[in-house]
């Protein structure tokens, strides 16, 4: 049988963790049909002599939500063997969506060329299937802008109500196909959510059996404090954490300190991760340096 495609002569590393082997990959009817000396000619053949084979990566931690849409050929990822990314991070992301106008503020990239047509996780879904992205995306549910569209952009924890609006707005996410949920707690929508109110919210995520990932709330001089936060936050409730890109801008014992703290509970049990992007201590918007007062939050 002839196999569609055959990726020739490369070395390949299967991503569990085996040694890298020299092999031909055939690639028949969408899937791996065989991996070793190929004897087969390919209907399509692909020389990857020096160079590695892999499966495609996942970025876990993208911020492609509105740009997927604008250029959904995703060419940057790509280009880096990138297959897969998982948007609505940091707790931005393009819905849901209470007020169109307070909801663009908490979308990376937001320009007039796509219109915010849509309100729901589901309703983004169906504009980005129509845009037919180059990759695979997974979303979870932006805290921002469940808090956008309850409380407002402000410097308080929610009321009663507002938590259960938020709830409701989670859970629809998940009905929707969201993957979890992400906080950004650095931020000024999210700077007033106390540590309960992200449990609340994450006892829905692990009911769900969503991923958490959260920006944390202090990147500087309690760096290491916040990490614990969001440590707490997932033993208590019994939900995957993922703890967005761990790098404190206090230095390096802080990060050495991070990394021992989430060993830690890993030792215990807790699935915990976390990612790292390649800037030393991070950077990120200059409202996050601002009191939220300066940044139009209401007290
Ligand atoms: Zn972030």
């Known amino acids: ?17 085996a040694a890298p082997i020299s092999a031909d990959v055939a690639v028949t009817g969408g899937t791996i049909a065989e991996i070793g000396r190929v004897a087969a000619r390919g209907a399509r053949e692909l020389d990857a002599a020096g160079c590695l084979v892999t499966p495609g990566f996942i970025d ?5 939500d509105f740009t ?16 897969l990314e998982v948007i609505g991070n940091c707790g931005f992301g393009c819905a849901p969506i209470g007020d169109p106008e307070l909801a663009m503020d908490n979308i990376y990239g937001v320009t007039d ?25 997974l979303t979870l549910g932006p805290n921002g802008q469940l808090r ?26 998940f009905d929707d196909g969201a993957f979890g949920f992400s906080t950004g ?25 969503g991923l958490y990932a959260t920006h944390t709330r202090d990147r500087d001089a309690r760096a290491v404090e916040a990490i614990e936060e969001a440590l707490r936050t997932a033993e208590t409730t019994g939900v995957r954490l993922q ?14 300190q991070s990394i021992a703290l989430v060993e830690r509970f890993r030792a215990r049990g807790l699935d915990v991760a976390f990612d790292m992007h390649t800037r030393r201590f991070g950077t990120t918007m200059l409202s996050a340096m601002l009191p939220p007062w300066a940044t139009g939050a209401r007290a």
């Open 68 to 83: 997927l849409l604008v250029d959904p050929r995703a060419v940057s990822a790509v280009k880096q063997g990138v297959t």
């Open 148 to 173: 956008r569209a309850t409380v407002g952009v402000a410097d308080r924890p929610a009321t009663p109500d507002e938590l259960a609006a938020m709830t409701r707005l989670l859970e629809q996410g």
């Open 60 to 64: 876990i931690h993208s911020h492609s």
């Open 243 to 256: 703890i967005s890109h761990l790098a404190p801008r206090s230095g390096e014992a802080a990060t050495e």
């Open 113 to 137: 060329a796509v219109t915010l047509s849509w309100r729901t996780i589901a309703g983004y879904f169906d504009t980005l299937t129509a845009a037919r992205p180059a990759i695979n995306v």
């Open 185 to 209: 707690l650095e931020y000024p929508a999210e700077v007033g959510v106390p540590e309960s109110e992200a449990t609340a919210l994450c006892r829905v995520v692990a009911r769900r059996g």
């Open 1 to 17: 049988m002839t196999p569609d495609l055959v990726i020739r002569g490369g070395t390949v590393v299967d991503g569990t963790g």
